[in-house]
């Protein structure tokens, strides 16, 4: 039934909501791993590499994608050893209140929720 009343939702000409059209465009895993990591500044492909524990195809694929949707700046230094650094754009930055409000939420729900599991 759920899906019937999403699918009428759908079939009307309204716009997507804002919440989801966000999440479409920043909600994969490791998206949201790669822009929460480059919070704090530039980066290079190897030390987010390690960070983020993700491989090295699926992170050049993020930021391909995250690229493309103008989260994300590429900057290519030539000099021996040449390296690729990556940074957040003015629209990527936008969105660390938002990691900040995710992780006062998740601190004060998700460790209260712990606490009930284990009680």
Not at 56 to 80: I, P, W
């Amino acid at each position: 039934m759920s899906s019937e009343i999403f699918a009428e939702e759908q079939a009307d000409d309204d716009p997507a909501c804002p919440v989801i059209e966000s999440i479409e465009q920043v909600g994969s895993k490791w998206r949201l791993v790669v822009l929460h990591e480059l919070q704090n500044g530039e980066r290079r492909f190897n030390e987010l590499k390690r960070a983020t524990d993700a491989s090295s195809r699926t992170l050049s694929r993020v930021l391909d994608d995250l690229q493309e949707t103008g989260f994300v700046e590429r900057r290519l230094e030539e000099d021996a050893p040449v390296a690729t650094y990556y940074r957040l754009t003015p629209k990527g930055e936008s969105l660390c209140p938002v990691f900040d409000e995710i992780t006062a939420w998740a601190e004060e729900w998700l460790t209260a929720c712990e606490g009930e599991q284990t009680g």
